[in-house]
Each structure stands twice: as C-alpha cells, then as structure tokens.
C-alpha cells in the first residue's frame, strides 16, 4: 500500500468534506437529534457522502466505517474510519471549532491520519512511521515537565449522565492540579492540540474509534504517550483515552485514578 498516495486521496476527501461544511455553517434548516444531546445535521450527512465518494472512488475494495451511514465490508484488510464533522454541537450552535478525521487502518492499526478544521485551514496529518505535520510542517509535543505547569482539554460523552460523579471528580481533580482544564467540543482537534503542544494532556471516556483514529497516530508520531487510565497501550476499541506529552503521564494517571 503507498499510503503517500492514500494521504493524497485522503486530503482531497478532507477537502470535499470541508466544502460542504464551510457552505452549509450558520444555514442548517434541520437538526435532528440520535440522543437527548446528540445531533445530525445534513452537513453531516452531506460531508460524509462526499469523503466516502471520494474515498471509494480510488479504493473500491476497502471497508469503511463512518460515523453516520455505519460499515460497510471492503475485500482486503485496509479500513477507513471516518468522522464527517467532529463538533456537531458546537456546529449547530455556530460555534465555528470542529473538524474532520479520516484515519486508515490495516486491521486495528492505524497507519494514516488526518483532522482538518475547515474553518482555520489547519490540516494535521501523520503517517505511521513518518512523523505528524500541521500543515506541511513537523512538530512535536510540548515539553511541559508537570501538570502543574499544564494545560489540560476533556470532553465528555453524550451519554454523560450515566458517567457524570466519576467524569466530575476527574475534572475537579485536574482543573485543581494545572494551570486549567479547557472543554472545546472536537475530540480530533483536542488531541492534536495536544500533539503539537499547545495542550500538555487530554483525556475523555467513551469516545468511538472514529472520534480519536486519526487524532491518535497524529499524536504518537509527535511524541505523545496514550494509553488507557490504567496505563494500557492505545487501541481504538478501548473506551478511555489519555493522551499527553509524555512527561507528565504518570501523574496524570494517578490524578485520573478515583479514589473512594
Ligand atoms: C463528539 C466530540 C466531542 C466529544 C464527544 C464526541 P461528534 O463528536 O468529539 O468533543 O466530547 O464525546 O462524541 O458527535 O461531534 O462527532
Ligand atoms: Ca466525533
Ligand atoms: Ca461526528
């Protein structure tokens, strides 16, 4: 597989994506809701149809697993997980910080990644291997020794209510610890935030693979540690992720242990 030229169909996927996003932002005529708090738009649905044509038009034979129309079987081992638009509420709400996250995998690993936000332009991307680039340029996370000098970003689930003491307690415990706990409603951009050093540490519950594929090898190849809460390796199947710089993943373990 060349996945140069995956990245290439990838971006141009991002790219149509966008399009729709950007033409559709502060002009949705319809929000329908799949929970209490978890929306569908048409600009949804309409990024979606345009990264999967995009997609399928150079890899007819590989899976795909998209947020809004589901999966669908490919005939090798290559699989596309996509999220059309990351940050349907703040969308929505004409909050313009949401993005797009396409990542490729061979089985469970993950071997491109790619978060475009359509409203600034920063394209994050990463191929496993290569090192992470925003833009065309490389970096690296942040060398922030402690949480204490930390920027922390959360998120929480749409099913939050079920979660909600432990997802408090945690948040309490870290805004306490750092210089600040920021909530911004796109997991992809979080993690990338935190792999090019302008956040030291992210963490969320429950999040779907489609949410942190591509965020998550962006991350590793510019340094980041992730793991689970309890200090196991990342898989997208897992439901916690911590990410961070690194240097202050042992602490933040420990804040994120509960204690009774
Ligand atoms: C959501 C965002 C949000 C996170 C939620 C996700 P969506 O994705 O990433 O930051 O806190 O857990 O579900 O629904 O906007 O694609
Ligand atoms: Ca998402
Ligand atoms: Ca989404």
Known sequence: MDLEHAKRVGIAAAYAGAQVLRDRFGNISQINKKGDFDLVTEADTGSEKKIIAT????????????????????????????????????????????????????RDEIMLGLVLNPMDGELYSAISGKGAELNGKSFKVSSTASV???????????DFSEIVEPAMKRFTVCQLASQGVRRLGSAALDICYVACG??????????????????????????????????????????????TNGRIHQEMLSLLKLKD
């Open 55 to 106: 997609i399928r038009q150079a890899f007819p034979d590989h899976a795909i697993l998209a947020e809004e129309s589901g999966a669908s079987e490919g005939t090798g081992e290559y699989r596309w997980l996509i999220d059309p638009l990351d940050g349907t509420t703040n969308y929505a709400h004409q909050l313009p910080f949401f993005s797009i996250a396409i990542a490729l995998a061979l």
């Open 148 to 158: 204490y000098d930390s920027l922390l970003v959360t998120g929480f689930p749409y």
């Open 198 to 243: 302008r956040f030291d540490g992210f963490w969320e519950k429950n999040l779907k693979p489609w949410d942190k594929a591509a965020g998550a090898i962006i991350a590793a190849e510019a340094g980041a540690v992730i793991t689970n809460f309890s200090n196991q390796p990342f898989s997208i199947n897992q439901n916690e992720i911590l990410v």
